[in-house]
């Protein structure tokens, strides 16, 4: 019985995992804003895009930081997820640290939603420009709520499994 709930469980959070990913594929490449300038000149971005003009633009350190933390950390922190719900996985001390490694991560995952909620405030208080938002950035940010709740899932059934 305990096992048959573990595996349940098990595959509940890998359907998570699963919308999770498609989550954030499309957040990342969906447009999350349009930035209107001086009512004619305007720009849709996606997080996909906006790092792409910080790489054109030379700001490279924004650009590490942002693809960092927007794209790389929780393409990694799936990854590693998927890994850990394996059917042949067994939770030891290396993977239980990794784990909760990934867990402590979580609170910077919002981040880049951060960046982009400052990104709005600037330019609404501006007087040249104007903001937009598009479904991308909901969608971005529910795939980023999506894992945190995932990983914290996933150290509780792990966690269970060790005691």
């Known amino acids: 019985m305990l096992r ?15 919308i999770s990913s498609v989550l954030l ?20 971005f996606s997080v996909i895009s906006g790092i792409t003009e910080l ?17 790389v950390m929780p393409l990694a ?12 996985s067994h939770p030891t001390p290396v993977k239980m640290k990794l784990l909760n490694l990934m867990h402590d991560y979580g609170r910077w995952a919002m981040l880049d939603v951060m960046v982009v909620a400052m990104l709005i405030v600037t330019v609404k208080l501006g007087a040249i420009a104007s903001i937009q938002i598009h479904p991308g950035l909901y969608v971005f940010g529910a795939a980023v709520l999506l894992i945190m709740l995932t990983t914290q899932l996933t150290v509780n059934a792990l966690r269970s499994q060790t005691d």
Do not use: E, H
Request: glycine share 4%; net charge positive.
């Open 55 to 71: 790489w054109k633009a030379q700001k490279y350190v924004l650009f590490f930081i942002i693809g960092i933390f927007s794209i």
């Open 25 to 44: 594929l499309a957040g990342l490449f969906m447009p999350m804003l349009t930035i209107t300038q001086f009512l004619v000149i305007s720009d849709d």
């Open 77 to 88: 922190k799936i990854g590693l997820l998927f890994r850990l719900l394996r059917a042949d």
């Open 4 to 18: 048959n709930k573990s595996a349940k469980s098990v595959n509940l959070l890998r359907c998570l995992l699963v």
